[in-house]
């Protein structure tokens, strides 16, 4: 059972292009939404993180847009870098819960 | 040190072989996890920690996983009679308070053969 449906599975954008990745949930007692980024050969880093009561969160470059009604959120990357070049995934937590439940992945590349 | 350390970095492992992987969390973060990756999707639970108390151990596939952190500190994870599908990375994050701001180590990657 997937709880969290990202897409796309993999994204190519040209240097200082936007780079937009999308994820939809169904379990409304998610309260937590992080997005992470993870490099070949190492673990996840938390890169933004939004709650449900606000609409967008921007940090730098990062900007997450959530659409509570819809249940869906996603993650902007401005001006997009050849360092940015990763595998992204968003997550969710329930309220109360202990665990992040992850999107499948979307590998980014960032062409120079 | 300055982030969650896990050893070995690779390990391969016979069928039916016992294995233990060791994590090293960051000094003074009281909440331990461990995630298991399989190649090409994200991290899934596996178990959680608070301190030395195990809280939520519902992500383990089978009863042949067991983790353990005696001292609230270093954790073990142990794969009893591994099996080819136990092939994953096996990732472990700590944070100071809670599930926010988890720091990943760079995981164990296991190939069981």
């Known amino acids: 059972q997937q709880q969290v449906k990202q897409s796309p599975q993999s994204l190519i954008v040209q240097k200082g292009g936007i780079s937009i990745i999308n994820c939809a949930y169904e379990?409304?007692?998610?309260?937590?939404f992080p997005w992470y980024q993870q490099f070949p050969g190492k673990g996840p880093a938390l890169l933004i993180a939004?709650?449900?009561?606000?609409s967008e969160k921007k940090e730098g470059r990062f900007t997450i847009s959530f659409n509570k009604s819809a249940k869906q959120f996603s993650l902007h990357i401005m001006d997009s870098q050849p360092g940015d070049s990763a595998t992204y995934f968003c997550?969710?937590?329930?309220?109360?819960?202990?665990?992040?439940?992850f999107g499948e992945g979307t590998q980014l590349t960032v062409n120079p | 040190g300055a982030g969650v350390s896990q050893s070995p970095r690779y390990k391969v492992a016979k069928r039916g072989q016992d294995v233990a992987l060791r994590c090293d969390p960051i000094?003074?973060?009281?909440?331990l996890f461990w995630y298991q990756q399989a190649l090409g999707q994200g991290p899934e639970f596996l178990t959680y920690?608070?301190?030395?108390?195990?809280?939520?151990k519902s992500g383990l596939p089978s009863d042949r996983f067991f983790a353990e952190r005696p001292e609230g500190s270093v954790s073990t994870l142990k794969i009893q009679r591994t099996q080819q599908e136990d092939s994953a990375v096996y990732l472990c994050?700590?944070?100071?308070?809670?599930?926010?701001?988890?720091?990943f180590g760079s995981g164990t990657q296991l190939s069981v053969l």
């Open positions: 994050a700590s944070s100071f308070g809670g599930w926010e701001k988890l720091f």
């Open positions: 379990n409304t007692a998610f309260d937590y």
């Open positions: 939004i709650r449900p009561d606000v």
């Open positions: 997550a969710a937590r329930e309220t109360s819960g202990s665990r992040l439940t």
């Open positions: 000094s003074g973060h009281v909440s």
């Open positions: 920690f608070q301190n030395e108390a195990q809280l939520d």
